[in-house]
């Protein structure tokens, strides 16, 4: 998950200084939960859980691909 949230943090950065952008924490952190859930549901292809699961209890998403 810390991986997504520093690659997010990074991309939402580039487009603050290159593209005039603006600080918005909350789309950084939307943005990093999804991405952390696309991660995790290519590298555990019988993982089966919903994005929504994900978004409301990672921890227990996590506990049950393993």
Request: aromatic share 30%.
């Given at each position: 998950m810390w991986v997504?949230?520093?690659w997010k943090n990074w991309m939402h950065r580039n487009r603050i200084v290159f593209n005039s952008g603006i600080v918005n924490g909350m789309?950084?952190?939307?943005l990093a939960q999804l991405k952390a859930?696309?991660?995790?549901?290519?590298?555990?292809?019988?993982?089966?859980?919903y994005v929504s699961n994900?978004?409301?209890?990672p921890i227990i998403c996590l506990q049950n691909t393993s």
């Open positions: 997504a949230i520093v789309e950084i952190f939307t859930w696309s991660w995790n549901k290519f590298r555990w292809k019988r993982a089966n859980y994900w978004l409301l209890c």
